[in-house]
C-alpha cells in the first residue's frame, strides 16, 4: 500500500491556516511532549511532513498557493495563460502571469511564503525530537532523519526558487529566535550549498529502496537527483544585487552534476510517455520522487491534487474550471521539420492548429504540418480525442473564456475520465504528481555536459528521450486508428539532420527540456537561471499581444522579476529586519 500524507490532527504542531506569524500559530489538538517524543508520535510528525508537499491547507484551498507550480513555473514562463473564467477570476495570477501589477502586500504570495515555512517548521519539529530518542525505541530513526533532511531540503528549494533572499534555519534555533534571523544573512548561491548539503546529508542516511508498502518515502537515489538539480542551479550563478547571471557556468559544479546524476541507479524511461498520466505506471522506473495522492482512503475529501483542483477543462469530461491552459507559443513549439527536429528559431513563424473551427486565425492543416507527438500527450486540442473519453472529441465547448484565452487545454495530471471523482472535484484522482522523473535526471546530465564543452556524450542521452516519444503509442484520430496528426519525430544525427555543436547542442537540450517537461512546473524557472527570461519572456508577450488583448502591457523587467517580492506581512513580522528583494522598492 502507498504512503498517505493524511493529516493528522492528533500530532500537528502548527495550524495550516494561513497568518501573517506562523509562530502565533495556535496549534490544532496538540499532544503532550510525553506522546510526540515517542516512536508512534514522531512517525505522526514525519507523516504531517510528507503531507505539506500536497500542500500543508490539507483541503481544497491548495490551488491558492499550488505545490505542482502551475502557475509559477509555466503560466510565467509562458508555456501556459491562467485560464479561468477572465482576467479577474483569481486575479493576483493575472499579475503572476503578465508581471503588472505584482505587489509585496499581495496576500496569495504571503499565503505561499507562510504555507512553506510551515512546511519547514514540520520537518524541524520531527527532527527536534528525533535527537532524543534512541534507536532502541525508534530502530528507523536514521532513515526518518534522512527523509525528514530531504523534505527540509525540498521546501527551502522551492523558497529559494521563488523568493531568493529567504532566511534560513533548521531544527537547532528556538522558535522564539526565528524572528532575529536576517532573509539576506546568505546569498543565493550560500542557500544553495546548504539545500545541496542537506540533500547530501540525506542521501547518507536513506536506503536505497523503500519497503514496497511505503512506495511513497523518499530514497538514497531521489536525494542524488535531487542534489544534481540543486547543484546544477548553482552552475548558473547570479549577482544578487540584480539578478543578472555572471557568466560562464562553474564546471566543477557541473562536473558534480555529472557524477550526482551518474549515481541515481534503480531507474528508467517507461516505455511509453502515455504511461506517464496513468494511476498503474506512476510507481514505475521513471518515477524518482513524487507527490503521493489518493481516493477513498478514508480522509474525509480524499487526497486528490488539491493544487491542480481548478485546472481540468469545462467540457463533459470534468465540468471543471478551466484554469491553466496551454499558450499558442506552447503548441507552436512542438512542430518539427522535415527531418523530424525542433525549428527553433522559426517555430512561431505561424500557428499550428487543430481544426478549421478557429475561422479567425489563420488555420494550418494538422494533418498535413510535421508535429512532435508529445503536443497531443501534452494539450487538448480541438477535434482530437481526449485520453479515453468516449463521449465526444475535444471541442471549442470544453473551453470556458476563448475569447480571452483560447480552446486548449493541459491533459497532464489528469486520469482518464474512468478513473477521477466525480461532483465538484472536477477531475480529481489517485494520479500523482511527479516532482522529479528519470528524464529529468537524463536532461540534467546531458546539461551539464554540454555546457563543459562534452556535448558528444550528452547526444545519447537526448536522443533516448526523443526515441521514447517516437516510439510511443500515438494519439489516434476520433473514432479512428489512423495517427491523430503527422507526428514526425526523430533523433538528432550530427552531419544527417544536424552540426552537433556545443552551440546546437545547447539549443536541443533547452528545446527538449521545453517539450518533454511541459506544464510540469519547471519551464520559467529553467529560463531564470539560465539568465535568458527577460528575452524569452518578452518576445513572447511581442507576439502574444496580437492573440490576447490582456497582455497589451505585459512586460518582464529584468532585475525585478526574477522572483516575487519578499510578503509585506512578513517584513514587518520580522521588525523590518528583512529587506525587499531588488526591484520593488522598500
Aim: net charge neutral; aromatic share 12%; proline share 4%.
Amino acid at each position: 500500500m502507498k504512503l498517505k500524507y493524511l493529516i493528522l490532527s492528533g500530532v500537528m504542531v502548527l495550524v495550516t491556516a494561513c497568518s501573517t506569524d506562523f509562530m502565533d500559530s495556535i496549534p490544532k489538538g496538540k499532544l503532550s511532549d510525553g506522546v510526540l517524543n515517542t516512536a508512534p508520535g514522531i512517525e505522526g510528525l514525519c507523516t504531517a511532513a510528507y503531507s505539506a508537499l500536497a500542500g500543508p491547507e490539507g483541503n481544497n484551498l491548495a490551488f491558492l498557493s499550488p505545490t505542482t507550480n502551475w502557475i509559477y513555473g509555466e503560466v510565467r514562463g509562458g508555456n501556459a495563460y491562467k485560464g479561468g473564467g477572465g482576467i479577474t477570476d483569481i486575479g493576483a495570477y493575472n499579475a503572476f502571469e503578465t508581471f503588472v501589477g505584482v505587489f509585496a502586500n499581495e496576500p496569495l504570495l504571503d499565503r505561499k511564503w507562510f504555507n512553506m515555512y510551515i512546511s519547514v517548521q514540520r520537518c524541524n519539529e520531527a527532527l527536534r525530537r528525533m535527537k532524543n530518542i534512541s534507536l532502541t525505541d525508534m530502530p528507523l530513526r536514521d532513515v526518518r532523519i534522512g527523509e525528514m533532511k530531504f523534505l527540509r531540503a525540498h521546501y527551502y528549494f522551492e523558497l529559494s526558487r521563488l523568493f531568493n533572499h529567504i532566511p534560513y534555519f533548521d531544527e537547532n534555533v528556538a522558535v522564539t529566535d526565528y524572528v532575529k534571523i536576517s532573509n539576506v544573512e546568505f546569498t543565493r548561491d550560500q542557500i544553495l550549498e546548504k539545500i545541496s548539503a542537506e540533500f547530501a546529508a540525506a542521501a547518507e542516511l536513506l536506503p536505497e529502496t523503500q519497503p514496497v508498502k511505503d512506495l511513497g518515502r523518499v530514497n538514497k537515489s531521489a536525494a542524488y537527483a535531487y542534489q544534481a538539480k540543486v547543484t546544477l542551479y548553482r552552475a548558473f550563478k547570479q549577482n544578487d544585487a540584480n539578478n543578472k547571471f555572471t557568466g560562464t557556468p562553474d564546471p566543477t559544479l557541473l562536473a558534480n552534476v555529472v557524477a550526482l546524476c551518474d549515481k541515481v541507479t534503480g531507474h528508467d524511461l517507461v516505455p511509453d510517455y502515455q504511461f506517464l498520466a496513468t494511476i498503474a505506471h506512476e510507481h514505475d522506473a521513471e518515477s524518482v520522487f513524487g507527490v503521493e495522492y489518493s481516493v477513498k482512503d478514508g480522509t474525509a475529501q480524499d487526497r486528490i491534487n488539491w493544487s491542480n483542483l481548478v485546472n481540468a477543462p469545462r467540457g463533459p469530461a470534468y465540468s471543471g474550471d478551466g484554469f491553466f491552459m496551454p499558450s499558442q507559443n506552447l503548441v507552436n513549439a512542438f512542430k518539427t521539420d522535415v527531418n523530424g527536429i525542433p525549428m527553433f528559431d522559426t517555430y512561431n513563424n505561424g500557428d499550428f492548429y487543430s481544426n478549421s473551427l478557429l475561422k479567425t486565425m489563420t488555420v494550418q492543416d494538422g494533418l498535413s504540418n510535421p508535429v512532435d507527438p508529445r503536443l497531443d500527450f501534452t494539450v487538448g486540442r480541438i477535434g482530437i480525442p481526449w485520453k479515453d473519453f468516449a463521449g465526444e472529441a475535444y471541442s471549442a465547448d470544453w473551453s470556458r473564456e476563448p475569447a480571452t484565452y483560447g480552446y486548449y487545454s493541459c491533459k497532464k495530471f489528469l486520469e482518464s475520465t474512468s478513473n477521477t471523482l466525480t461532483q465538484y472535484h472536477w477531475g480529481g484522482s489517485a494520479l500523482n504528481y511527479q516532482i522529479i522523473r528519470y528524464a529529468d535526471v537524463l536532461l540534467w546530465k546531458a546539461e551539464a555536459l554540454i555546457e563543459l564543452g562534452r556535448q558528444n556524450e550528452a547526444l545519447p542521452l537526448i536522443n533516448r528521450i526523443r526515441n521514447r516519444a517516437k516510439n510511443s503509442s500515438y494519439v489516434k484520430a476520433w473514432q479512428s486508428n489512423n495517427p491523430a496528426a503527422n507526428y514526425v519525430i526523430n533523433p538528432y544525427i550530427d552531419g544527417v539532420n544536424c552540426t552537433w555543436s556545443q552551440d546546437f547542442a545547447r539549443k536541443a537540450l533547452r528545446f527538449e527540456r521545453r517539450l518533454e517537461l511541459a506544464m510540469e512546473g519547471d519551464y520559467f524557472f529553467d529560463l531564470v537561471r539560465w539568465g535568458v527570461a527577460k528575452d524569452v519572456i518578452n518576445k513572447y508577450f511581442a507576439n502574444e499581444k496580437g492573440l490576447r488583448t490582456y497582455m497589451q502591457n505585459a512586460t518582464f523587467v529584468e532585475g525585478r522579476d526574477e522572483y516575487f517580492p519578499i510578503p509585506q506581512n512578513q517584513i514587518s513580522f520580522s521588525g523590518n529586519l528583512y529587506k525587499q528583494n531588488p526591484g520593488y522598492g522598500n
